[in-house]
């Protein structure tokens, strides 16, 4: 018995080894190009940073650029703001657009393996360059925003601190859909998870498909709404369009790259934090339906 463990355990043992082996790639890739950049420049958002000859001189200064960022700097806050609102319109759009699409797309039609790669080349596409080149050729609109001259009735109904965002979400609609792809693709798996068989307990039972809607697909695809609404949060946080990162990209130079460092980790921790609450949620309604 004693020889059985140890082979198990020894077995098990290279299992693991094996598995470590194939992780150490993207380990080393992780702590390299992520982990070491990510911890340098959280370590530089409390230093003064000036450009020498004998490289980076650095100063320590504790919370003076994070404070500064919100106290002395009268563009960031506003900014920071206005981009979270646009991002707080824009993940629900994308979220109830993929899935509309998604819905559309498991449905057994000719060609449907043709549609489907149409909704994902914009993923394949959509860099900076072309997406800056559709923007100012006037396409990431829609066309009856104006001509029904709808800004102006959201401006006239609309607080400005909130009618500015929509609007520029909606300006830029049907770029911000192009962000779908990834989305699609995940709802598209998610419905494989979801068995035929119990659509078809569903239908003998004389459900409709409404209710099979609420009852069985959202049920089920809720771990993949979750994982795209967790994924399309870092996606429009890195936005080409996004003001925060225009700030920082604009200001590197001239405002120091300690104070420009502060400004990325504050907004990574917002970012970071807006995870946490969309995990706390979705794990509330998690507990619900188990016990429903």
């Known amino acids: 018995m004693k020889g059985v463990k140890r082979s198990k355990l020894s077995m098990n043992g290279r299992e693991a080894l094996t598995g470590y082996i194939f992780l150490a790639p993207w380990l080393i890739g992780l702590g390299l190009f992520v982990a070491y950049p990510l911890l340098f420049t959280i370590y530089m958002s409390f230093n003064d940073v000036r450009i020498t000859n004998l490289g980076l001189q650095m100063d320590w200064i504790g919370l003076q650029n994070i404070t500064n960022a919100f106290l002395k700097d009268n563009q960031f806050p506003v900014i920071l703001f206005e981009e979270l609102l646009r991002t707080l319109i824009a993940i629900p759009l994308i979220i ?10 498991n449905i057994k039609f000719p060609g449907r393996t043709v549609f489907r790669a149409f909704f994902f080349l914009p993923v ?4 900076g360059s072309v997406l800056n080149q559709l923007f100012f050729q006037g396409a990431g609109g829609l066309q009856i ?5 709808i800004s102006a009735f959201i401006l006239s109904n609309f607080p400005k601190v909130l009618a500015e965002p929509l609007i520029s979400v909606l300006d830029m609609l049907v770029i911000i859909l192009w962000y779908s792809g990834v989305q699609v693709l995940l709802f598209l798996v998610g419905f494989q998870t979801i068995g035929q068989q119990v659509y078809e307990a569903a239908r003998i039972d004389g459900s409709t498909m409404w209710m099979t809607l609420w009852r069985i697909t959202l049920p089920g ?4 709404i979750l994982l795209n609404t ?6 429009m946080s890195t936005f080409p369009f996004s003001g925060v990162m225009s700030y920082i990209t604009g200001n590197m130079n001239t405002a120091g790259y300690g104070y420009i460092s502060a400004i990325a980790f504050i907004y990574s921790l917002i970012i970071f934090v807006m995870i946490m609450v969309v995990l706390a949620v979705f794990s509330k309604i998690s ?3 188990r016990r429903g």
């Open 124 to 127: 394949i596409f959509s860099t």
């Open 145 to 149: 925003l104006e001509q029904y001259d």
């Open 287 to 289: 507990g619900r339906s």
């Open 221 to 224: 695809l809720t771990p993949f």
């Open 96 to 105: 109830l657009f993929s899935l509309f699409v998604s819905v559309m797309l």
């Open 230 to 235: 967790i994924f399309t949060i870092v996606d």
